[in-house]
């Protein structure tokens, strides 16, 4: 069909080592908890995601033929998902913004409220199944730091003792299980899993000022899925749901394609103790469509 699911390799491992883990003393797991991880969705821009039936200034905006497709992708993804969530946290980038370096003219609408409003209709099947959300902050480009708390706010995001809802950084715990996401990890576009490496190294070291050790490591804003693990920590980049731009295309032709998808988290608080992985990470990925190639003959 037109929305073929792309099945990692390692997502075999991880398959069975849901279905059959044990603890040390040979007792079963417990049922996992459940945590969605999603980023740059970069609702308004004319190549991300756009609801089928949302009514904007001007009337009907008729989505194209990349916003049908990953319109469905959205769609399956919804369907994959457990019923229930225990959180879902939104790593960045959720609008397009104003475009201001193009004068907008990649947007279906230039309007931030008009944008959170659509942005707002088509996380709600997420916002509705998750006990708790977290909002992390994008880029200033694309988003405003103040509507965007008003953002998270109106979505019943959790807010710290500062009262904010929008933050820098998530700092999520449950149980013996510590995550730590933000949206823009620096470094290269290529060689991504030595920039995740840097990141764990330089959160080891911070550990001690902390009081505790990250299990796992998130970042968004390059577009890209990958998976880092080492000794007791996990480092993952997150995949979007855009497709690639006209932007980044101009800057290189082949190295922008973005992958397309969530991940969803397995969290087993207590498997620490029995020398066990606490968390399992599953990507839902989707392929990005062919790109069009003109015919000499």
Known sequence: GII???VPHFLLYHTLAIMNLKFGGGEKMTEPHY????SDLHVGSTFGLWPKRHKVREGWHELNRGQRYLLKVWERILARLPETLDFVLFNGDLVEGKQPKNEGQDTVLTT???QRAACKELIKPLTERANKKYVVAGTRYHENPDTMEEFAKSIGAECGRDGIYCRP?????????YIEARHKIGGAWLYMLA???REHRVEREAAEKKGYRADLIIGGHNHKFNLAQGRGWMGVTLPCLELQTAWAEEKQANLFLPDLGVILLHM???AKKQGQMPIFVEPLLYAHPLPEVLEVL
């Open 35 to 38: 945590g969605v991880v999603l």
């Open 112 to 114: 931030m409220s008009g």
């Open 268 to 270: 087993y608080p207590g």
């Open 195 to 197: 920039m995740l490496e």
């Open 4 to 6: 073929p699911f792309i």
């Open 169 to 177: 950084s998530a700092r999520i715990k449950m149980g013996d299980i």
